[in-house]
């Protein structure tokens, strides 16, 4: 009963792990997929620059998600 207990506990009070730069892109690109459209165009700089592209602010940003759709394929090649 006490290891249940102890397991149960850490389930649901344990912190999710961080997404990676990559993981993170693959969500945005999946939601862009889905029919969603980036809100924050920040945000999706962000993640660009995380993955080590260069963004200039005054890109549009389809421009910079179909850079971070080239850098996912390309990872998605190494896998």
């Known amino acids: 009963m006490k290891t249940g207990l102890l397991l149960w506990v ?3 009070f344990a912190r999710p792990r961080p997404l990676t730069d990559i993981e993170r892109a693959r969500q945005l ?3 862009i ?3 969603g459209i980036p809100l924050n165009p920040a945000r999706v700089n962000a993640i660009a620059r ?4 260069e963004v200039s602010r005054k890109a549009p940003v389809e421009e910079t998600v179909e850079r971070i759709r080239g850098c996912v394929l390309r ?4 896998d």
């Open 33 to 35: 997929d889905r029919g």
């Open 29 to 31: 690109i999946d939601a």
């Open 50 to 53: 995380d993955l080590g592209l």
């Open 10 to 12: 850490r389930q649901r």
């Open 75 to 78: 990872h998605r090649e190494w």
